[in-house]
Nanobody, 115 residues
């Protein structure tokens, strides 16, 4: 059973930065790509970005391009989402998902962007 522990969420001012972490267990982390999603009330969950086995960011949402970056540490079985120059519209619950298209999800971590 794949399990996730997400952390790093909180409140941040517009223009600020935040780094989310997602620690993965129950699978061989380094063999797969992983994804970050986000969801706001009343809206469907949307893909933020994925990270390939080799560490490339793919399928990055237009709304976060140039501001958000996914990275991974295979020694720590952990994926990160670096969020820079955040905007109020980035307010959402952020979720880890994987491996690849498997239906495993984290519980989510809340990010709130406001002044």
């Amino acid at each position: 059973q794949v399990q996730f522990v997400e952390s790093g969420g909180g409140q941040v001012q517009p223009g600020g930065s935040l780094r989310l972490s997602c620690a993965v267990s129950g699978t061989t982390f380094r063999l797969y790509y992983w994804s970050w999603y986000r969801q706001t009330p009343g809206k469907e969950r949307e893909l933020v970005a994925r990270i390939t086995k080799s560490g490339d960011n793919i399928d990055v949402a237009d709304s976060v391009k140039g501001r958000f970056t996914v990275s991974r540490d295979n020694d720590r079985n952990t994926m990160y989402l670096q969020m820079n120059n955040v905007k109020p519209e980035d307010t959402a619950v952020y979720y880890c998902q994987g491996p690849e298209s498997a239906n495993y999800w984290g519980r989510g971590t809340q990010v709130s962007v406001s002044s």
